[in-house]
């Protein structure tokens, strides 16, 4: 079965089914199975994650991405985050019963980026929820990574009133991986059971449970950003350092646990 083919017409696996979103080939065809990620504006203007300088490379299947980063955006934290970044063109529908899992490779270099600073530059993997504001990731650096769980003010976006937190992300940060070499990740979430679990190289590094909200469907991000907050003379998060990217197609599965 030649699943790169079959991914671009089927975006809501059944349970038990398995697709593959790649065709990175095609990652210049905007809105045929990648599109640019970014964010409709209140004034009707789009802000695009897109480096202008970016080098964009498809190769043995393998999207590979080189970026100085110069993009900032000085008022909304979202939009300075994400530097460059694709986002599936169609989301994945979340099954009512079983467990729908992400699992891909990743590997991240960095030049100039501070020491020991994951969040001045670094490869990412996102899971969102544009009809909850549910985010989980992956953040992969030089020499450490970092699991995500949040709910966001993505911009458009109604997050349901929980009469908890609102709004918030957690992040946990290990460096027990091979730094600046590929790696497996895996994201999986179950929405009978309110729980997200998250695997590096097979082994589980983390588990969410009680997730306050349902998740419906997951857009598939691959991203360069940088988590850097804006200070009261806007952005800090571009001085010239370069990200390295590279990513393999995503393996997407559903179980019927």
């Known amino acids: 079965m030649d699943h790169n083919k079959e991914q671009a017409e089927q975006h809501q696996p059944a349970v038990g089914s398995q697709t593959v979103l790649g065709d990175f080939h095609t990652i210049l065809s905007e809105g045929k199975v990648w599109k640019t990620g970014g964010f409709a504006l209140p004034d009707g203007s789009f802000w695009a994650y897109r480096e202008p300088e970016a080098v964009v490379i498809v190769r043995n299947g393998y999207l590979y991405v080189r970026a100085q980063l110069s993009r900032q955006h000085n008022q909304v934290q979202i939009l300075d985050n994400a530097k460059h970044m694709y986002y599936s063109a169609q989301p994945v529908d979340i099954p009512e019963e079983g467990e729908i899992s992400f699992e891909l490779q990743i590997r991240a270099r960095t030049q100039g980026t501070a020491p020991g600073d994951l969040y001045d530059g670094y490869v990412s993997l996102n899971l969102l929820d544009f009809t ?96 850097k907050d804006l200070t009261p003379e806007g952005s800090v998060s571009a001085h010239g350092q370069t990200v390295i990217a590279e990513w393999s197609p995503v393996t997407v599965t559903t179980t019927a646990r």
Do not use: W
């Not at 030089?142 to 769980?149: G, H, L």
């Not at 979430?189 to 983390?206: K, W």
């Open 132 to 227: 909850t504001g549910a985010a989980l990731d992956f953040f992969a650096g030089n020499d450490k990574y970092a699991s995500v769980y949040g709910i966001l003010p993505f911009p458009g976006v109604q997050v349901p009133d929980t009469g908890g937190t609102k709004y918030f992300c957690i992040f946990t940060e290990a460096e027990d991986f091979k730094p600046r070499e590929f790696n497996t990740y895996k994201i999986t979430y179950h929405r009978g059971n309110d729980e997200a679990v998250f695997y590096v190289n097979g082994r589980e590094v983390r588990r969410e449970q009680n997730v306050p909200v349902k998740f419906n469907s997951f857009t598939v991000a691959l991203g360069i950003m940088t988590e």
